[in-house]
């Protein structure tokens, strides 16, 4: 069952959004050559507590750290280290926060210093990868019009789909229903609602979408033939006739 959200929930679904974005606003800035993923999640996590928030993602499942922070080849769910970012890199930036018992989650991927025109070119794609999906949202459309929109948008480019993760409902949990493949046939799927609330996250390939979790932690998800991935996500509220995003 999606859950649909009152006018009492959207308030606060918004207030938690709002908070996360200040989040980004001070992460941001950091992301530069010799800063290590440590360091950022550290000041990640003091900025969602200082707002009076707390970070889900410690803890869940085991995992260790407020954020994900993933580099290059590793998709999503990279572990915050003593690896320091480097010229040229790409990192995804993956928070999730709760605030008085609603969640928002969204991810950025950033470039570190200056980077190749290929890599820019992946990131801008998967950015607009959500846009032509949120496009799609409205009260009666499908949640497959916008999951083919995600694909298409991919795929013309020439890059893979990651198949083995999924965007989410979102709420008073992480994770609700629906699970949101970025792949999909329009026109089928369940039927959004106002007041719904979707976490819309491609992430996309630059070569093959197949995906390998290391067995060494448990958590980090690489592509299995090395090249870089990204990731552009945010918290989406339904409405009458499109969709207002709550993390930008
Ligand atoms: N932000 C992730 C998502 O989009 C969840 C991270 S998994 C966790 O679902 F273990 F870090 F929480
Ligand atoms: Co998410």
Known sequence: MIPIRNTAEIAKMRAAGKALIEVFETVEPLVKPGITTLEINAEIE?????????APC??????????????????????PSLKVL????????DIVLKLN??????TRTYAVGRISPEKQRLIDVTKRCF?????????GARLGDLQHAIQMTAELAGYG?????????????????????NYGRAGTGPILREGMCLAVEPMITMGD??????????????????????HYENTVLVTANGAEILTE
């Open 86 to 93: 480097t010229e040229g890199e790409i990192v995804s930036i």
């Open 58 to 79: 410690k803890g869940y499942c085991g995992y260790p750290a407020a954020a994900c922070i993933s580099v290059d080849d590793v998709v999503v769910h990279g572990i």
């Open 209 to 230: 979408w197949n995906v390998e979790i290391s067995r060494l932690d448990g958590w980090t998800c690489r592509t299995t033939d090395g090249l870089p991935a990204a």
């Open 131 to 139: 846009y032509n999906g949120v496009e799609k949202i409205r009260a």
């Open 101 to 106: 018992g609603y969640h928002a989650d969204a």
């Open 161 to 181: 789909v990651v198949r083995a993760m999924t965007g989410h409902g979102i709420g008073r949990e992480m994770h609700e229903d629906p699970s949101i493949e």
């Open 46 to 54: 003091k900025k969602i507590i200082s707002l009076g928030a707390t």
